[in-house]
């Protein structure tokens, strides 16, 4: 914990010397795109737990699973570490809030080995927080919709993260319905001016991270996939 508040210090004394981060080097994709990456990892490692569509647990290969399980930690700090230093520590709101959710996540590696590392409310919390953060930067600098990330992150939730949550199936029911009709009442056009036009927006974000979940695990099992045929034919030769 001290050597987080340590290097938070020191990220604010450069900022206010140098400003420039590791932006200036690196593309905006590698920053994003490292965060991403952590919570599909962490779709495969709760998969076990609460499934990955409303409940259903996919049958990931064990060897993947084990993988990831093994080497989250590690990606995680890395990809951590990396976002923080990459972002100048700007005041608008955007920044302030991606901050916060850095701290979040800097306390979560802290308690590793923890019951609270493991606490289900506290994982859901981490998880959820991009949510805001993302919406918070896209109306912050406009630069994407911001609808994208708020009820793109929602559908996540919805359809994977709030099954861990222990909840009866009726209040998940209804907090998927009310979801649901707030989605199609901001798509109308009666707030702001989404219309239904712009509804395949919200579907970007869960479908790319859904796939990407696959993706990610078969790629790793390549390895053991060839490890078992050769171990398989070796066995037949003898």
Known sequence: ???????????????????????????????????????????????????????????????????????????????????????????????????????LLFIQMSLSRTKIHNNTWWKVTLEVTVLFHGTFVAFDTQNAPWAMFLFGFAIIFFVTQIYGLKQNKYTIMISQILFLIIVMVTYTGLIGERTFADINEIFRIPVIDYVLVFVFVYVIYIPYYFKKRKNKHSNQLK
């Open 1 to 103: 914990m001290h050597n987080n508040l340590i290097f938070i210090i020191l990220h604010y004394l450069h900022t206010w010397i140098w400003y420039d981060a590791l932006a200036t080097d690196t593309p905006v994709w590698s920053s994003q795109g490292s965060v991403i990456v952590m919570l599909i990892l962490i779709l495969i490692m709760e998969n076990s737990r609460r499934g990955l569509f409303f409940g259903k647990k996919m049958h990931f290969p064990k060897e993947s699973v084990r993988f990831v399980m093994k080497n989250h930690g590690i990606y995680i700090a890395l990809a951590t570490i990396f976002t923080f230093w990459f972002h100048p520590m700007e005041f608008t709101w955007g920044h302030l809030f991606g901050f916060f959710y850095m701290y």
